[in-house]
Structure formats: C-alpha cells, structure tokens
C-alpha cells in the first residue's frame, strides 16, 4: 500500500505526460490501431469503478444452445486477459522517460506487480471477488475499460490509478475489440451469454489461466509464422480476429486452441488461417497503392 500511495503521489505530478506515454505505447506494440483509426480515451484517476462488476454466475442451469459458444468465449475471454497480463513489465521500455520523472519509478512498479501477482496466484477465488466488488463500490478498482462504437469508429476508454495498470486496460479493450469476432449468436442471444460468461467470478479464472494460453498462441504465431510477423508486426491481431471466426460447434474452436496448448497443433489449418490473413493483408496494401 505504501508503494502504490508514492506511485499515484509522483504520477499526479505527471499525469497528462503518462497518459500520452500509455497511449504511446500501446500505439507502437499494435499499429492496427493507427491503421483503423481508433480512438483512445485514456486517464489515470484516484476514483475508478468497472461497469458491471458485480455480475456474479447465474444460478439457472445454462441453456444447451449456449453450451458451445459459452465455452469458447470463455477462452476468447481468456486470452484478451492474457494480452493485457503480457503487457506487464513493457514499461521498461520506457526507462529513459520514467527514469527522467523519477528514477524509483519503474524499481516501485515491479514491486506492486510482483504484489499483485502473489494475490492472484494465493487468495480465495470468492475473497478476490468480494474484495473487487468492495473497492468498485468505494470508487477504488485498479482499472477499468471498455468501448464504443460511433458512426464506423471505435474508441477505448480507459482508466487506472497507476500507469502500468493503464497500458494493461487499453490493451485489453483492444483485445475486447479483437474478440467481437467471437460471437456466432444474434443480439439478443449474445447478450444473453455473457450473462453467463462475463462475470467477476469468471474474471479471476481468465486472468490467471489467460497469461498461459495467450503466450502459448503468441509463440505458435511467432515460431510459425515469422515471415507473416516480419511484413505486419502485429499480424499475431489479426490472426486471432480470424481464429475466433473458427465454430464453437463440434468443438471445433475448442480442438483447435487445446491443439495449440497440447502441443499438438492442428497445423493445416492454422496454416490455412495464418495464409488466409496473410494474403488479405498483402490485398488490402496493393488496393491502397493502387488508390494512391
């Protein structure tokens, strides 16, 4: 507690020059998001609540229709946690610019990182949910983000107390962007859903086990796909966007994630995939120099 208290003492001195850097960066590691023009709303603040924080599991049995499609996006949901976990540490990038406003910057945030890590792997599932429920209530969440979508442009809202926790919400509402391509339910049907897929219960689950899964697909796309990674830095994105397109029937989506974490890939396919988005990338280049 004391840490973080001397964090938000030094970043308040600094808060616009850090909210510029957290978009900064994030802008850097995914230039989809220059490419598509998205918008980026992003603010530290002492007073942060999560919309919807405290949806806890239905207690109504899930209907079969859902089975599927609640089991894949339970692991979309997964993995944009883990997109946001893997951005923990990337502010040592930054060392010349953190160090510049203050040199116990970067040494104070690993310190509320390893915290923070040591509760999620150690607590009680149900403690850490009352625990987040209690500080949303009080206006004390770590974070929060979300996104909208205005006349063909989307745009990320994000707040945090702390700078690294800023880069985490950004990323993960990109990742939420990214995961839009999950659904395979109408409207009305989808929202039902996350009624039983997006809750504080769940989140817990997702954060931990996401930093696994979400590694272990980035480094497939990385050992595999180099070549595509070389002409699009950020194709690992758009791969993902296409993945999430594969069925939840069959266990389709499903096989093919467990493939990858197994160690027992399907490669065809995912060779279909990466190829597929590869060359509608190279497309989308050669129309935009046509028009030019």
């Known amino acids: 507690m004391r840490n973080l208290h001397q964090v938000k003492q030094i970043e308040n001195q600094h808060k616009e020059e850090l909210e510029n850097l957290a978009i900064e960066l994030v802008k850097e590691q995914f230039p989809i998001i220059e490419k ?45 946690q883990g997109s946001a976990v893997s951005t923990h540490g990337i502010f040592h990038m930054l060392k010349d610019r953190l160090d510049a406003i203050d040199p116990n910057l970067i040494s104070m945030y690993d310190e509320l990182g390893k915290s923070n890590d040591i509760i999620y792997h150690l607590a009680d599932k149900n403690q850490l949910a009352n625990m987040a429920i209690m500080s949303n209530r009080q206006g004390m969440a770590a974070g929060s983000s979300t996104y909208s979508y205005n006349n063909g442009v989307y745009r990320i809202i994000a707040r945090a107390q702390t700078f690294p926790v800023l880069v985490h919400e950004i990323t993960k509402a990109l990742f939420e962007i990214i995961s839009i391509e999950g659904f395979e339910l109408d409207k009305e049907k989808n929202t039902e859903l996350v009624k039983y897929t997006d809750t504080i219960d769940s989140e817990f689950d997702d954060i931990i086990n996401g930093r696994d899964i979400y590694s272990k697909i980035r480094d497939y796309v990385i050992d595999n796909f180099e070549q595509y990674l070389d002409r699009y830095p950020d194709f690992l994105l758009y791969f993902l966007q296409e993945l999430y397109k594969v069925p939840s029937e069959n266990n389709e989506f499903v096989n093919l994630i467990n493939g990858i974490l197994t160690g027992q890939p399907n490669r065809r396919k995912l060779k279909e995939i990466a190829d597929d988005v590869f060359y509608d990338l190279r497309n989308d280049d050669i129309d935009r120099a046509f028009e030019e």
């Open 36 to 80: 598509f023009g998205i918008e980026i709303d992003a603010k530290l603040s002492s007073n942060v609540t999560v919309n919807a924080p405290e949806r806890r599991k239905p207690k109504e049995t899930l209907p079969d229709e859902f089975k599927n499609p609640a089991y894949k996006r339970r692991i979309i949901n997964a993995i944009t």
